[in-house]
């Protein structure tokens, strides 16, 4: 089966889609099943897609100057069109929400999540009215919907009604290796380590005040930190660090190498991620893939994909300080807890995740085929 893959959104700057689309294209190409067609723009760095065999072609693409305000627009509706007319693929992929206008062959899409319609105050109208045009566009002409959780399909069905299936395919930790023995350069002796962005659905007001209110009252130990590994840019953050009674056992960071995130989770005392609604949670499924205990709210796909391997706090401020504070004096149920992580998370594989997507790819070819357009 030859599929082609749309890259465009493999870029620094689009976070989680590169670790599916490269995770996703590593093990789709290691298949002998599969032919695959990776599409980019040729401007755009190649994205690190781990142990890509040579049998995978990456064709660049020209992406010519655009007219429009957004070069998605060109790229989806100018540029792949005539691509894949030219690659003539069984069956074509949108990893991020897009597909190309018509429907010309069998395509699938992937969507993620439902954010830009469940946090609208997070997003400019037009910004909105563009994310909600290109996904209903690419729901009327998939022959197959990819969810990446049981929570985001049964999203997806409520908030969109797609006209054809939509099948669970999830994701799998990005990153692997021994952590090794020793702390990373720079860590504290002892942390509370968050890695996840400074969206405001994150929540990392409510884990600066929890902290805050634990450390001053001396319910945690003095040489724990609070780490934020890749925010160190974001004014918000910095603003609520500087009001935090503590500041300076509050340490923010820059982005930290992937080859050097695995040390960062196994050498914390807990991760702690109190998002308030995922599409999947691949952070922390990847701290649980490095041993580290995994603290978190109890919603979206987050139950779903962490299972009983996780705590969960009471969402708030008060209930995520009580599990900090219950969490650090039980080191026994710490330990229990980066056995059953790491137990959980390797359940979740990229070969699982390739053999449920060439399953529904097989579907969309089928549909298309039995279909009249």
Not at 85 to 114: C, I, K, N, W, Y
Request: charged share 25%; aromatic share 6%; net charge negative.
């Amino acid at each position: 089966m030859r599929v082609s893959v749309d890259a465009f959104v493999a870029s620094p700057g689009f976070g989680g889609f590169i670790s599916y689309i490269g995770g996703l294209c590593a093990a789709l190409a290691g298949r002998g099943d599969v032919e695959l067609d990776i599409l980019l723009p040729a401007e755009q760095e190649v994205p690190e897609f781990a142990d890509l065999p040579a049998s995978a072609r990456i064709h660049r693409l020209d992406l010519p100057a655009a007219t429009e305000r957004r070069p998605g627009v060109t790229w989806t509706d100018r540029v792949l069109p005539a691509a894949l007319d030219e690659l003539s693929p069984e069956v074509h992929l949108g990893p991020a929400f897009m597909l190309p206008p018509g429907h010309a062959r069998p395509q699938a899409v992937t969507v993620h999540d439902d954010m830009f319609e469940r946090f609208p105050q997070f997003y400019g109208e037009q910004t909105r009215a563009y994310l909600r045009e290109q996904t209903l566009r690419a729901l009327a002409v998939a022959d197959v919907v990819l969810a990446v959780s049981e929570s985001t399909r049964e999203d997806a069905i409520e908030r969109w009604a797609p006209r054809s299936p939509v099948v669970v395919t999830p994701l799998a930790p990005r990153l692997v290796g021994e952590p090794g023995p020793l702390p990373p350069a720079g860590a504290p002796p002892s942390s509370l380590l968050n890695v996840g962005g400074a969206h405001r659905r994150k929540r990392l007001d409510d884990l600066i005040e929890a902290f805050s209110r634990a450390a001053t009252a001396g319910a945690i130990p003095e040489d724990v930190h609070l780490v934020l590994i890749g925010v160190e840019g974001d004014e918000r953050v910095r603003s609520l660090r500087a009001a935090s009674p503590v500041p300076e056992r509050i340490l923010l960071t820059g982005r930290i190498p992937d080859a050097e995130l695995p040390a960062w989770y196994r050498h914390c005392e807990l991760f702690v991620y109190p998002s308030e609604y995922e599409g999947f949670g691949l952070g922390p499924l990847e701290a649980m893939a490095s041993s580290a205990p995994v603290l978190t709210y109890r919603n979206s796909a987050l139950a779903e994909v962490l299972g009983g391997a996780a705590a969960f706090a009471d969402p708030g401020v008060d209930g995520l300080s009580r599990a900090i504070v219950s969490l650090l004096g039980d080191r026994a149920e710490l330990e229990r807890m980066r056995e059953r992580g790491s137990e959980r998370s390797a359940a979740f594989t990229w070969d699982r995740t390739a053999e449920t997507t060439v399953r529904a790819l097989r579907g969309a070819i089928d549909r298309f085929a039995g279909s009249a357009r």
